[in-house]
């Protein structure tokens, strides 16, 4: 009984195997197969799909087997370029399921026919059926650049060509009368193509479409663009001071072309942009580096072509030490003679300027101002104040005698701006300028603007109630 049990048990195991074996290794009963569009014109390109599928059209992902492509209706029809002898074998890669796009076109007219056998067995098979017409008279197909147009002009030598005409047809693209492209349209009617290596100057595109027989049935009009490489240039460019003290503040003015869309100056590897300030004139400011030394200006152009222009080493910013030795004092230097008599002399000693250095930052922010103080220099005779712009360099706000500047809060955001303190002071050597502090962050626009909204209906409030006591 234990035996009739264990035989049964296996038995129904093996049938359970057999049967998932049998849906895992399905085999190909025919194939689907698909044409579109399901109406098209004498060499108009279509889409071929063919699928591997079982009885209950299902695809078999694992079909590997070489199918037999051709029409039985057309046998002049042309097929994918990819078939070999008419044949096409599928790949692990195509999971049953191949496509050939723009892969098949009739060159006659009525109802046509694709035919697909298994080059094995014949007895898998599958077809397709579409409806082909005339492809009308030479000359009647409508066909149009959509980009670029007529007249453009481009800082590039490359440009992206579309078009539009009748879909699934040969297309070729003409450039400048001697170079020729061999488009197809698409299932919209759309052909492109990236021209690269056009000529300075102007450039002409012509495109024609053509029917099964390669005749042209429509062309456009020459379109032209114009390549213009050239044209930016530096006519100037200034330092103001064009030698500074390190951490300085100095200007910057480039004359160049007008309009420009981007300009810039490179120092020290610090990127320097530039504003138009006038037709041309092109304006900057910035710090000098914290290290002495000679350092290389970069310029850099670009227009609204998008045309580039980077000049190297166009000029030179010079920055000195602050505390370089420029004060002499006279020394004594006693010196003996052959005779044996004391011989006095005066000898310059160097002595280094005082750096003017800015200490003690203090910020007291109030309601309706912001009040920036530091410790008063002795031998200051005024302080100047300056601004951090939205380019990354400084303004110069005011000059203030005492080591104090108050700023007035205003506008209805909360807003901050970095301000900066340089001492000026004077020795027997002239006027100079000491170090720059480090930045202060101000609040420059109110805290919050409910402050407002709440004073004025307190004051409201005040009002109506004094109105009604009265």
Known sequence: MKNRFLIAL????????????????????????????????VG??????IKAVDKNNTVVTDYNGTVLIFSNSNPDASM????KDSTYKFQEADQGVVKFENGVKFTKAGKQEINIFDFENEKIFGKDEVT???????????????????GLT???????????????????????????????????GI????????????????????DSSSTVIGETED????????????????LIPEEVYTEGPYSIELISSTGLKEVSVVINDSVIVLKEDKEGLYKGNSFAPKTAGTYKVDVNLVNDLGHK??????????VKELSAPIKQEEENKKETTSTGELNVSKEPIKKERDPLKITGLKLVELKTKSILTWDKLEKAKSYNVYKKNISGGIDLITTVLEPKFEVNIDGDKVKYDDFYVRANGEDEDGAYEGLLSDPTRIKTGPELLILLLVSLFAAGLFLFFRGKKA
């Open 10 to 41: 296996l038995s129904s195991f093996t049938s359970l195997f057999l049967s998932v074996a049998y849906v895992f290794a399905a085999e190909v009963d025919h194939f689907e197969v698909e044409l579109s569009p399901k109406n098209a014109k």
């Open 44 to 49: 108009e390109s279509l889409d071929l799909t």
């Open 80 to 83: 994918p370029i990819i078939l």
């Open 132 to 150: 082909i017409s005339d492809s009308g008279s030479a000359g009647k197909q409508e066909i149009e650049f959509i980009s670029p147009e007529n």
């Open 154 to 188: 481009i800082g590039d030598n490359r440009i992206k060509v579309s078009g539009s005409t009748v879909k699934n047809h040969k297309v070729k693209l003409i450039v400048n009368g001697t170079e020729n492209f061999e488009l197809t349209s698409n299932n919209n």
């Open 191 to 210: 052909f492109e193509k990236e021209v690269e290596n056009l000529k300075s100057g102007e450039n002409t595109f012509k495109a024609q479409v053509f």
């Open 223 to 238: 379109i032209k663009i114009r390549v213009e490489q050239n044209g930016l240039s530096i006519r100037s460019l200034k």
């Open 309 to 318: 222009l980077n000049e190297l080493g166009v000029t030179s910013l010079k």
